[in-house]
């Protein structure tokens, strides 16, 4: 059974391994670390302040997904407006012996029921690039609809990456959930 629990810094090494090559890398962390491979200390830098703390406090969330076996996936939630309204998802990352199985929608919804039913989120939002397909139509499985707005676009080793952007409403949610 997975479950969803507040990311650790003793996690790093084990979720930076499942990046065995600099295209999976960016798939998952787009363009926000310059260089490839990152350390345990670059990942937890990203996440966690000088005093041990969230680097952003109340607004950011990184989660690790684990099982009877151990580390399983990752994400982050954050919201991306001041009412807190509107969470996204992003660096969702499954390990890559368990990829293909499940655990990316069941990570997903785990994270869902997080955002409607804890964080009263008003809609989830979520993207992965074009060439990511897996991920898209892992997202789409999980509950998630194409969303409107402007197109945005990433320069990766010389290539347009399109970001394919969903989100899910809070009612949505509940009419999934409850079966209707």
């Not at 076996?69 to 390990?95: N, P, S």
Request: charged share 35%; glycine share 8%.
């Amino acid at each position: 059974m997975l479950r969803l629990r507040p990311y650790k810094t003793s996690d790093a090494g084990t979720i930076i391994a499942w990046c065995k090559d600099e295209e999976v890398f960016r798939k998952w962390t787009s363009d926000r670390y310059e260089s490839f491979p990152i350390t345990e200390e670059d990942m937890n830098r990203k996440y966690i302040d000088n005093n041990g703390d969230c680097a952003e406090p109340d607004n950011f969330y990184p989660m690790t997904a684990f099982d009877e076996d151990g580390i399983a996936g990752h994400l982050i939630m954050r919201f991306t407006d001041e009412k807190r309204t509107v969470l996204r998802l992003g660096f969702v990352i499954v390990d890559d012996a368990k990829r293909g199985l499940g655990y990316g929608k069941e990570m997903v919804a785990l994270s869902l029921k997080y955002a409607f039913e804890i964080f009263k989120a008003q809609k989830v939002t979520i993207g992965a690039f074009d060439n990511n397909l897996p991920a898209y139509y892992c997202y789409k499985r999980a509950g998630f609809k194409d969303a409107e707005g402007e197109e945005e676009v990433y320069e990766i080793f010389g290539e347009k990456w399109k970001v394919l952007e969903l989100e899910l409403s809070k009612e949505d949610y509940f009419r999934m959930t409850e079966g209707v």
